[in-house]
């Protein structure tokens, strides 16, 4: 059960990753096509977004590094401790099915 949600949000993790990827190629994409055809005022919007677009992108490659770094320990953890893994998730899920219960 435990490993089918983490295999569930790794793979939404993966398909946010690769949706964020696809935003910015196509950000680049629209921008180099547009780069001939632009005013001053525009000039200067392409440069701010092509600012922004680096910044985005390393912003992305630390986050990406966060969450494997955080996945990595969470496996480890669970591994190195099993049964108090599934006494807490067995805890949280009375917890949540109590609170929603009482809906």
């Not at 949706?19 to 910015?24: A, G, P, R």
């Not at 992108?57 to 108090?84: M, Q, S, V, W």
């Not at 599934?86 to 899920?93: D, E, K, M, P, Y």
């Amino acid at each position: 059960m435990e490993e089918q949600n983490s295999i569930e949000g790794d793979m939404t993790l993966k398909k946010l990753m690769q949706d964020f990827k696809v935003v910015v190629q196509d950000a680049e994409g629209l921008a180099k096509a547009t780069a001939s055809d632009l005013g001053d005022k525009a000039r200067e919007a392409r440069a701010r977004l092509a600012t922004s677009l680096e910044s985005a992108k390393a912003n992305f490659h630390k986050l990406e590094e966060r969450a494997a770094a955080g996945a990595r320990a969470t496996d480890e953890l669970i591994r190195e401790h099993p049964y108090e893994s599934l006494g807490a998730a067995f805890g949280v899920g009375l917890l949540i099915g109590l609170i929603v219960g009482r809906r």
